[in-house]
């Protein structure tokens, strides 16, 4: 019973597979018209509909664009073959765009031939067999690609199995068996497999090398000594299907190499015997080192100074020391026979077998790569690498168009694509989007413009906050250090002064004074002034000390529900105190539950929600996932925040749900019936997951979604579910030398056509490159143009109220994020529900 | 769930499937289709990862962890904001209340587009199905692949005496 459990795949009832859901609908559609390019389908209009077959089909219960479509969608498109809807929008002026593709001619009559091979007796490492399959490459024509076991060539071997024979560099015999085992036409995935192993090859030829995942340029390193370290420029290819033709992206990318290996900071370690061990563990625990043997990458759990290289290990049998083992399978003679041994959990092995497999690694070998907590937070070093890893389009361009151009001159490379017939364009493909039009934003007597460059700082100085306390602040507390009252009066003074140019009244606070800055002393004037019952707490602190910090919040906000706001000496004595005074007034009239500014929302009845997850600092297995979710904002513009704990292993979340209905209790307290349209924003996620949320969350939300509002005797719900990613890898450029203007919408040419998507530009960046945000509409009855869901998202972009620009992110996501993080950082427990309508993490 | 990230976990409708921590979500995914009929356990209202039998499950909805997300909510103080909070209706020159456009589905596209699909989430057999479908479709109904050597041939060339491979046993049970 046991093996046929483990390895069966196949659902237990026998189903017939032509009834199962993904296989039906298909067979419908090839009886309809199947001659229509990809270019006559994008080019029908977004509006065209039918009414009431649009209608029917929503009756129907199902809604309508989720990932199996049901035979009656199919009935439809069988009709009306020239209208099936396009992703684009139309809102926008037109712009010229460069991204970092390139366009890959492949010819459709090509056929791919996949063979096996297998070794007698077996070889371990997979170099060795390719060294020695190369030997025969008579016999297997020039254009192959061998990986160690599969074999791939263009034109078939005369026979199914052939045996050949070689010899290894150690002169043994070995036969090897060359098996066939089929065909791999053009339109089948495994074909872009075979097409990247290619390019892969072929940019050997430039003798790039491999480290991890991408190739890297180590005749290109660019050392920065003092901190002994180099950056290896390297690149990130993959090629895909985009929506219309196979692309190639490349990225730039680099890699942090230590000029050292673990045995140097061995050396560097004190001598002194006592202390040694404990200083070397320290250095070297949780580091990620690089193996040049095999090319591996394995983080560093525990050092064992009982074991050196000379100890031995059960090989196959046979005991045989570390020395002898390096010797013999990589030709390496370690120099030093008494540095102790690294020990490093192997994760991936772990799924195979049933314990944690430990791998042993000797210091000599490990290269250590990455950097470390201690770097990151060393301001020099890391402006020092931005110089080089920050590059402007222009540069960046400018080193696209020379990788491109040595990968199609230097012989080895160009000797790979020719083989196969590959064909790279020369240039960065070229596309269209669009420039979102400019959005007005919403003040208290008026309507200002947000301007072309998405900033409206400026806009403080004429207008007056959205909406105020109509009382202005009063009664709250002040707590300052008896050494930092002069700071307090010039703090206050700006504040008022600030805040009344928008509107603001500040009145006087109640000022509780302490006698020193320990973190205690806060606390218990924060307990003291319980009595007044303070709407706010505003603590000066003399540094961001991160402990005082957390106390600070925790009391406000765990233990009692009070909005608290930090102020660090250093934004007192700063010279733009009155900008800063600006930025504090927003803050405090925030987080008393106003809106400092709002965007015109066209529609009614839409609740938009972000969602996000944080890890907890404190505790590895913990994490907070928080849900942010906005109320109708054409007439109540405030927002509803919960938190839930979660596991940090979990990439789906388990208590969306819970979260959502308590989203949707406070809309229909606060509206008097649930809203029309929601919109949801999944952030925290990566684009590998998609049909596990789908599968997870989607489905599940829906089904519950349904049931609430059929018990309250509502519509039912209009519901889209977007995956919110910060693109990695792909790159916008305008006029060869400049990032596209905040409000780029392109949602064509390097779209997937599998998916819902766009990406939008939201954000305008003084340094470097932007990185242009994907937004995947997993699922969506919502009954929107892709227009309209476009310039909602835009518009969401406009409202993180700690920045008067736009975000990145719609700024429900913004505030999931801050939420989650604060509470996994300073918090690390659940604040008070009374909280939940305010800004408190701000 | 508590346990180290290098742990291993069982799954909740087969004790025989087992693990890493990180991985448990995706196998239930798929295993919850596969036993919908044979085992019954009824997902915790407050945290999806809780799988309970039936008979357990009233109690455990009294003892849950997460009850808390909803419990502290009912119990403890509402979030109250003040009137001034309200505002006039934001005027906006468009009104896309009664727009009503159907959503677009990409696979509408793709079933009859020139382009590589991807068989996401499909197990072989459906796998190679479809990938023979799409075959057919952009190549020509008339594609056919070069019949296969046949698989059985190979094992039995390596086949060894026959007591050392547990695969051979099974197999000979059939």
Known sequence: ?842 | MDCDESDMVYCPYNKAHKMLRKKLQQHIIKCRELYKDTVNLMVCPFNKAHLIPEPEYYPHLKICDDRKIIVQYQTSAAAVLSEDTKHAKIECDENWDDDDTPDYNPMAYCATANIVREPTGMFPAQRKAFIKEENKRQLGADYEEEPRPAKGKNREENRHAPYNSNKQRSGRRY
């Open chain 1, 1 to 842: 019973m046991e093996d046929q459990d483990r390895g069966r795949r196949r659902p237990y009832a026998d189903e017939d597979p032509s009834s199962s859901p993904e296989q039906q609908p298909r067979s419908k559609i090839f009886k309809g018209p199947s001659g229509g390019t990809a270019s006559d389908a994008c080019a029908s209009s977004s509006g065209s509909d039918q009414p009431s077959a649009a209608r029917q089909e929503r009756r129907e219960g199902e809604s309508g664009a989720d990932r199996r479509p049901r035979g009656d969608r199919f009935d439809f498109v069988n009709t009306r073959p020239a209208d099936i809807l396009s992703k684009k929008g139309t809102d926008g002026q037109q712009i010229s765009l460069q991204s970092n593709f390139f366009r890959l001619k492949t010819k459709p009559e090509w056929r791919i031939v996949h063979y096996h091979v297998q070794f007698e007796p077996s070889i371990e490492n997979p170099r060795v067999r390719m060294g020695i399959l190369s030997d025969h490459s008579k016999v297997l024509g020039s254009g192959y690609l061998f990986d160690g076991m599969q074999l791939f060539t263009i034109r078939k071997l005369e026979k199914d199995v052939s045996v050949l024979r070689g010899k290894s560099k150690l002169n043994i015999d070995y036969t090897i068996t060359v098996k066939f085992v089929g065909f791999i036409s053009t339109v089948e995935p495994r074909f872009l497999q075979v097409l990247n192993l290619i390019l892969r090859r072929s940019m050997k030829g430039l003798k790039l090398e491999l480290v991890g995942r991408n190739l890297f340029d180590p005749h290109a390193k660019i050392p920065i000594r003092e901190f002994q370290m180099e950056l290896w420029p390297g690149y990130n290819t993959s090629i895909r299907q985009h929506e219309q033709e196979i692309l190639l992206c490349t990225e730039i990318t680099h890699k942090v190499m230590r000029t050292e290996t673990v045995y140097d900071i061995l050396r560097r370690c004190s001598q002194n015997p006592s202390r040694h061990q404990d200083e070397f563990r320290m250095n070297v625990l949780d580091l990620v080192v690089l193996t040049d043997y095999n090319n591996k990458t394995y983080r560093i759990n525990d050092v064992d100074f009982g074991q050196t290289p000379r100890s031995t290990f059960d090989c196959k049998g046979k005991s045989v020391s570390f020395v002898e083992y390096y010797l013999a399978k990589y030709n390496i003679r370690i120099r030093d026979q008494n540095q102790p041994l690294l020990i490093s959990k192997n994760r991936d092995k772990a799924q195979k077998t049933n314990a944690s497999d430990v791998v042993v690694l000797i210091p000599e070998l490990c290269r250590v790569t990455g950097l470390t907590d201690n770097m990151r937070s060393n301001f020099q070093l890391m402006r020092a690498m931005s110089e080089h890893t920050r590059m402007n389009p222009d540069r960046r361009i400018d080193r696209l168009r020379r990788f491109n151009h040595r990968l199609q001159t230097t012989t080895e490379s160009v000797k790979v694509l020719k083989d196969w017939n590959m064909d790279l364009e020369q240039n960065l493909t070229e596309l269209k989007g669009r420039v979102l039009s400019v959005q007005k934003i919403v003040f208290q007597a008026g309507k200002s413009s947000a301007g072309d460059n998405a900033d409206w700082t400026r806009s403080f100085r004429d207008n007056h906050l959205f909406t105020t306390p109509r009382e202005g602040l009063d009664r709250w507390v002040i707590i300052v250090p008896d050494r930092m009252s002069y700071d307090s009066r010039t703090l206050l003074e700006n504040l008022m002064r600030a805040a009344n140019g928008m509107g603001f009244q500040i009145r006087r606070p109640e000022e509780m004074k302490i006698y020193d800055d320990r973190t205690p002393s806060y606390i218990r004037a924060m307990d003291d002034c319980a009595r007044m019952d303070p709407k706010l707490i505003l603590c000066l602190v003399p540094n961001n000390n991160a402990e005082r910090y957390s106390a600070i919040k925790k009391r406000g906000y765990v233990d009692r529900a009070v909005p608290t706001q930090v102020v660090t000496a250093k934004s007192v004595k700063n010279r733009g105190l009155m900008s800063i005074a600006t930025k504090i007034a927003i803050q405090l009239n925030c987080k008393l539950g106003y809106t400092p500014w709002m965007i015109e929302v066209p529609t009614k009845g839409l609740m938009t929600i972000g969602f996000d997850i944080a890890k907890s600092t404190r505790d590895r297995k913990k994490a907070y996932g928080a849900l942010v979710a906005s109320m109708d904002l054409t007439r109540n513009s405030t927002y509803f925040s919960t938190v839930a704990e979660c596991s940090a292993y979990d990439v789906l979340s388990n208590t969306l749900w819970p979260m959502m209905a308590k989203a949707l209790k406070q809309y229909q307290l606060e509206h008097q019936s649930l809203p029309i349209r929601i919109l949801f924003y999944r952030d925290g996620v990566s684009s590998g997951s998609l049909k596990q949320l789908f599968e997870y969350e989607v489905k599940d939300i829906v089904k519950n979604l349904d049931e609430q509002y059929k018990n309250a005797n509502a519509d039912p719900p209009s519901f889209a579910y977007v995956v919110v990613t910060r693109s990695m890898n792909v790159r916008f450029f305008h006029n060869g030398r400049q990032n596209p203007p905040p409000g780029t919408v392109v949602d064509d040419v390097v779209t997937l056509p599998e998916r819902y998507d766009f990406y939008l530009v939201s954000q305008k960046v003084n340094q470097g490159s932007v990185s242009p945000t994907s937004y995947n509409v997993l699922y969506s009855n919502i009954r929107f143009s892709p227009d309209q869901i476009q310039r909602i998202t835009y518009k969401m972009c406009h409202l993180y109220y700690n920045w008067s620009g736009t975000t990145r992110v719609p700024a429900v996501c913004q505030y999931a994020k801050k939420l989650a993080t604060l509470v996994g950082t300073n918090l690390h427990a659940i604040p008070q529900n009374a909280l939940e309508k305010k800004f408190y993490y701000l």
